[in-house]
């Protein structure tokens, strides 16, 4: 019994398994984790007249543990197969009618395996949709075109699910790129709340004001939430475009906002992303109260010889000694400093001058250089934290497609691995 107990207690402190109670059961159920589990065997969602498949796929826009079941990841979808339009603030949206939803997948035999599929709906019970909102309601500027090439009308509906956390009663935050809205689901899907800055949401709580300066296809990206279940901690993935984008064009500053999820009480941070050509901070999770890990990506292939990806990091950031940059006014931009936004503000010497001290923020990982292999995705989206320190990533497959560059869609490959790209969960111990 002694050998047996020292085995586990090394496997665990390596981060290579877990061991969790499940409910109803005798025992205690033991998980191993391999370096990666990819999404078994994706439905097609459709095919296009030019023969490229759209795969069902699409989860790992987030990704969110179960406490109770060490091998059960929830997995969340963005707003759908999409592609830019050759329009200014236009998109191609595949599938109009497609529904936002969470995976629950199980990890077997080295593999993902979708048990359950949770569409998002709203208060009354209808199903979601990835449509953008109309202006008031969360509008991003885009303007959505169907395959054929019709205009799509906007929907209050619309939802672009990007950040997911689990709450311990089983219900689910998600956090998007509309709005942003912050959205509460029940376990089966259906809204029990809908926040954003504009009061239009169920529940008339609002987030501030500033936040609908948000830029398009680049808002509340990640979510978390803190271990004691309270706060809400939601990542914006870019310099909003406040005052304008002209702005910002070169600024550095993101914002973080805490929500108090019983009072509505929120306060803000200013994070400072490495470098602004980077497409931004994907997620948020949680490591302690004041403490997270976060994940900052180009867009560009692991392993592709042509346009090789530079930059794929998680850094540790401590909110414990940053300036709250909340405005008690709510202004439609935010506290000003000299005139100036705090996105205006634009690096670290501009926030200092302005008496602005930002997010602390230490490297933990270095998804290009620390991992045992190769990492073949452009787009690391997601993260949750097992116990043990075990960081588990997860990748947007895209629905396993791209922008043609012909308003219209071509497969997804994967430069190093030929293949069409797939969800995968990566998990690797890290050091906090």
């Not at 197969?81 to 990890?107: C, E, H, M, W, Y």
């Not at 602390?360 to 073949?376: A, F, G, N, R």
């Not at 043990?388 to 012909?406: C, E, T």
Request: proline letters at 5%; aromatic letters at 6%; hydrophobic letters at 40%.
């Amino acid at each position: 019994m002694k050998k047996e107990l020292i085995i586990l207690s090394l496997a665990l402190s390596m981060g290579i398994l877990s061991c969790k109670k499940n409910p109803g059961d005798q025992g205690s159920a033991t998980v191993v984790y391999p370096d990666m589990a990819e999404a078994a065997d994706p439905a097609t969602l459709f095919t296009t007249a030019t023969g490229v498949k759209v795969y069902n796929g699409g989860f790992g826009s987030a990704v969110a543990v179960d406490p109770n079941d060490a091998s059960v990841f929830y997995m969340l979808t963005d707003r759908g197969s999409n592609v830019a339009g050759q329009l200014a603030n236009s998109i191609i949206i595949g599938k109009p009618d497609f529904t936002p939803q969470i995976g629950k997948f199980r990890l077997k035999d080295g593999k993902l395996v979708l048990e359950q599929t949770i569409e998002l709906k709203n208060s009354l019970g209808a199903k979601l949709n990835g449509i953008p909102n109309p202006i008031g309601m969360g509008a991003s500027g885009e303007t959505a075109y169907d395959l054929q090439g019709q205009v799509i009308t906007p929907s209050a509906d619309g939802i672009d699910s990007e950040g997911l956390v689990r709450a311990s009663d089983g219900t689910f935050w998600v956090s998007d790129e509309y709005g942003p809205h912050l959205a509460h689901f029940d376990a089966s899907g259906k809204t029990i709340e809908r926040i954003n800055p504009f009061g239009t949401g169920t529940g008339g709580r609002k987030i501030p004001a500033v936040f609908a300066n948000r830029r398009p296809n680049r808002g509340m990206e990640g979510l978390a939430i803190t271990p004691d279940g309270k706060t809400l901690v939601g990542m914006m993935q870019s310099p909003m475009y406040n005052p304008t984008r002209g702005a910002v064009s070169s600024s550095v500053v993101l914002r973080i906002l805490t929500f108090d999820i019983a009072t509505g009480a929120t306060k803000q941070y200013a994070y400072l992303m490495d470098n602004s050509s980077l497409t931004g901070v994907s997620d948020i999770v949680a490591v302690n109260a004041t403490t997270f890990l976060t994940i900052e990506r180009d867009g560009l292939f692991g392993g592709d010889a042509t346009s090789p990806a530079a930059f794929k990091k998680v850094f540790k950031i401590d909110i414990s000694m940053a300036t709250d940059i909340s405005d008690p006014a709510n202004g439609a931009t935010g506290k000003l400093y000299g005139g100036k936004t705090v996105e205006e503000l634009n690096n670290l010497a501009g926030l200092s001058s302005a008496g602005i001290v930002p997010v602390s923020k230490t490297l933990v990982l270095d998804l290009l250089k620390d991992l045992p292999s190769v990492y073949p995705h452009d787009k690391a989206e997601g993260l949750a934290l097992l116990p043990g320190n075990l960081l588990v990533i997860s990748n947007d497959d895209d629905f396993g497609v791209v922008d043609n560059g012909a308003s219209g869609f071509a497969q997804k490959i994967l430069p190093i691995t030929k293949s069409v790209d797939r969800n995968r969960l990566s998990f690797v111990k890290v050091k906090l």
